[in-house]
């Protein structure tokens, strides 16, 4: 390990709340200016090319901003295992910086054009493709075990925030100052982010595994089939990253692109769809403050496998409810479910997983929802349309449902539980 990733003192990790450790502050603020930067960069990306093309090259440019990172994310699992997710996550965050700094001078100097926003697409993505799985496999190593489930919370809590402010920033930047200022504006939220990971310190991780890992292969994609492998040997791990795969595909397209089509042909229109996404967004949000708070639930695999349920329910009720209250309800708890069941079940892979291993399967955690999981919004699509909204939407709880089964089928996963706090000496 780099003398740089020097552990902190072990009072510092198991004294306090992850929400009181200055360690993990420092590491959410970097990682929630970093997640604004992204939504900044994407409002920068598409607003600028609406001004300079057409729907189609629209299309072209944001599919070019999507595909690398699902492609290589696999490769940046194994980046991040080979030499560390802080100096991949310092080393990704400082050229995603300076790409986008210098797009911002690019268009200052000659405006925006279709080549320089595919090539920045394209750039970017790749990048990100090294960033995201490095970052996410960040937290075991910030903090204590037991302190893993507040760490995820306040993560999901990150997220929430920069959906909410990202948008927002970029759409204030676009009028006030065009593109260059909206991408000079993401640029710096990644500078900002730069200064706070340097200071983070890393605790060391001892191997999980029986066996001591094998040496880095030769190739990379050896080592892509090492860690695939490794992910299929663990009884807990492997049911996790299925159950985790399936609600995303179940879900994901259905509960975005399918509810904007519900509230269509419901009548409900532009504002009963913002109550509903605003409701469910305030369920994840109160999910995600409730885990870092409390930093524990018992049973943590049954629980899991509980709040997935619901969640798929209330996927399917929502389409079959008569009344937009009522919708905004069952949303509601949807929203709540599904974070509690999303943080568990990264909470336990990252507690499970094998520092050697950690990256990759992170890669392999991400890949679902942001490679696999857009492919479903055209399918959903078609399928409302030919068999409408109610249809759909229970079909997708049904597929999701069957992640619960698999969960209640594994035992490893029913006997689950999350690290518990260390009592305090008396």
Same mark, same amino acid.
């Given at each position: 390990? =780099?003398?740089? %990733?020097?552990? +902190? ?28 930067? /992204? ?6 990306? =598409? ?28 490769? *940046? ?7 560390? +997710? ?49 970052? @996410? ?28 402010? *990202? ?41 999980? /595994?029986? %066996? ?5 292969? /030769? ?6 089939? /090492? ?23 179940? !879900? ?8 904007? !089509? ?18 469910? @967004?305030? @369920? ?37 409810? +008569? ?28 507690? %499970?997983?094998? +520092? ?28 409302? @349309?030919?068999?409408?909204? =109610? ?25 689950? %539980? ?9």
């Amino acid at each position: 390990m =780099a003398p740089t %990733e020097t552990p +902190p003192p072990a009072h510092a990790t198991e004294a306090r709340p992850a929400y009181r450790d200055g360690n993990v502050l420092r590491w959410l603020a970097a990682y929630t200016a970093s997640l604004v930067g /992204d939504s900044v960069y994407f409002v920068a990306l =598409a607003w600028s090319a609406q001004k300079v093309t057409g729907p189609t090259e629209i299309g072209l440019v944001m599919a070019t901003g999507a595909l690398p990172r699902a492609l290589l994310m696999l490769g *940046g699992g194994v980046v991040a295992d080979r030499f560390g +997710p802080r100096r991949v996550v310092l080393g990704s965050d400082a050229v995603r910086c300076l790409l986008i700094l210098a797009v911002a001078a690019a268009i200052a100097l000659t405006g925006p054009a279709l080549w320089i926003l595919i090539a920045t697409a394209l750039i970017f993505s790749t990048v990100d493709a090294l960033f995201m799985p490095a970052v @996410g496999a960040l937290p075991p190593r910030i903090t204590s075990p037991d302190q893993l489930a507040r760490v995820t919370g306040m993560r999901s809590l990150s997220i929430r925030l920069s959906q909410i402010a *990202g948008p927002p920033i970029g759409g204030l930047a676009m009028g006030l100052g065009g593109a260059a200022a909206t991408f000079a504006v993401a640029g710096l939220l990644f500078a900002l982010s730069l200064p706070l990971l340097l200071t983070m310190r890393l605790r060391p991780l001892e191997p999980r /595994d029986e %066996e001591r890992p094998p040496a880095p292969a /030769d190739s990379a994609w050896q080592d892509i089939i /090492d860690g695939l492998r490794y992910i299929r040997r663990q009884r807990l791990i492997f049911p996790l990253v299925l159950v985790g795969a399936i609600s995303e595909l179940g !879900l994901t397209g259905t509960l975005n692109v399918g509810m904007v !089509l519900l509230n269509d042909e419901r009548g409900w229109g532009p504002s009963g769809y913002g109550f509903i996404i605003s409701a469910f @967004g305030a @369920g994840a949000a109160a999910s995600a403050a409730l885990l870092a708070v409390i930093g524990w639930l018992p049973r943590g695999g049954l629980t899991m496998t509980a709040t997935l349920l619901v969640s798929c329910a209330g996927a399917a009720a929502i389409a079959l409810v +008569p009344d937009l209250y009522l919708a905004v309800a069952v949303a509601a708890v949807t929203g709540l479910s599904a974070g509690v069941f999303g943080s568990l079940n990264n909470t336990l892979v990252q507690t %499970e997983a094998d +520092p050697a291993y950690l990256g990759r399967v992170t890669s392999v955690v991400m890949i679902t929802s942001v490679g696999l999981a857009p492919l479903t919004y055209p399918l959903v699509g078609a399928a409302i @349309g030919a068999w409408g909204a =109610a249809s759909v939407f229970v079909g997708s709880g049904a597929f999701a449902g069957v992640g619960v089964l698999i969960a209640l089928a594994s035992d490893a996963v029913r006997r689950a %539980e999350l690290p518990r706090k260390p009592k305090a000496p008396a």
